[in-house]
């Protein structure tokens, strides 16, 4: 069963219970596969122990919604920065008729409702180089979407069935081009078949890039475009898959890191100007960082007091500076916080948006 339904009802059954320190205390992450580049460079080398960083509250952007099958709590998603540079994120559990896209103005403190409607539940968001314009992700419907910044224009781009199955669309990473590379949200651990699906920057001539995955979620590029890493949600693991130049197929690829998260589970994931790679864990408060080589060199922390906020999803960083912006919910509502990243953000976004899955 996907996330859907079954893993998020769970993650919000029990998210007063968990803390800071709990069972998902991560380990330091561990090299396999031999195709990723922590499997190139990481022997024989000796590392220091990671940084901790804690993030501080920025604001509270949504509400508590109602109750609904994944419990009594808000979950956003998607942060991203657009050309205005205003901060732009969706509420995953947004009930019908309240606000389903949003943006939040660092300057002046505001939030500003962007789009809603009464079906669709949007689990990522980006913006195309291609056209400058808002792309989400339906998680439920299968669908992407697009829309103008002002919340005009909107419109579905990708609908269909690719290679006989419908989708459920997490995570959504742009190249240079605006060709999008989604992470398509299926799979268990007795039968992984989640996919990393490619659409052109208009929508059109999916391609399947790698299947046998086990709840694909988070997708990110790498600085130079070269490579992608992608999460799997029900295994704590990083994959990374090189891709070809004209990028319609992986030429390799391997499990990079991998984690001990409990209960959790590897939600989105964001990548800096020097390759760290940010990974998410949804339902301990945490992010996980490693550089390229493999090596567990960060883990940031969300407070949990005075009250639990470990539906931690997605993550973005500025573009040239060193703020980055973490979507964090619960039964407390939803909120933006802030922290430092190792490095800067890439001038040209190289994160994925949700930033990375529901």
């Known amino acids: 069963m996907t996330k859907t339904r079954r893993s998020l009802a769970l993650t919000a059954a029990f998210v007063v219970a968990l803390a800071v320190g709990g069972p998902a205390a991560a380990t330091a992450a561990r090299t396999a596969g031999g195709e990723g580049p922590a499997a190139a460079s990481g022997r024989g080398r000796e590392t220091t122990q990671p940084r901790v960083v804690r993030a501080t509250p920025v604001a509270q952007v949504a509400p508590l919604d109602p109750p609904s099958e994944f419990g009594h709590a808000t979950v956003l998603e998607g942060p991203a920065f657009g050309p205005d540079g205003r901060l732009y994120f969706v509420d995953f559990t947004a009930p019908a008729g309240q606000p389903k896209i949003l943006r939040y103005d660092l300057r002046t403190k505001t939030v500003t409702p962007v789009h809603t409607d009464a079906t669709s539940r949007f689990s990522s968001l980006q913006f195309s180089p291609a056209d400058g314009k808002i792309y989400v992700t339906d998680f439920d419907n299968g669908k992407i979407d697009r829309l103008n910044p002002d919340g005009t224009g909107f419109t579905t781009v990708f609908s269909k069935p690719v290679d006989g199955r419908a989708m459920v669309p ?53 600085p130079d475009f070269s490579g992608l890493w992608v999460s799997e949600y029900n295994l704590g693991r990083e994959d990374y898959f090189t891709l ?46 490693w550089n390229p080589a493999g090596d567990l060199v960060a883990t940031i922390l969300i407070p949990q007091q005075p009250k639990p906020e470990p539906l931690v999803s997605n993550l973005v960083i500025e573009p040239g500076t060193s703020h980055g912006y973490i979507t964090v919910g619960g039964d407390n509502g939803g909120y933006l916080y802030r922290f430092r990243t190792l490095a800067p953000g890439p001038s040209q976004s190289t994160s994925q948006s949700k930033g990375g899955g529901a």
């Open 244 to 289: 070809a130049p004209d990028g319609k197929s992986f030429t390799g690829g391997g499990v990079g890191m991998s984690a001990n998260v409990g209960r959790g589970g590897f939600d989105s994931n964001s990548v800096d100007s020097a390759g760290n790679v940010y990974q998410v864990v949804m339902g301990t408060g945490r992010i996980l960082v």
């Open 170 to 222: 997490d995570d959504i990473a742009f190249d240079k081009a605006g060709d999008m590379y989604i992470t398509d949200y299926q799979g268990s651990l007795e039968n992984p078949v989640g996919r990393v699906v490619r659409l052109d920057a208009g929508g059109a001539h999916p391609i399947v890039l790698q299947n046998g995955l086990s709840g694909p979620n988070g997708i990110s590029f790498t």
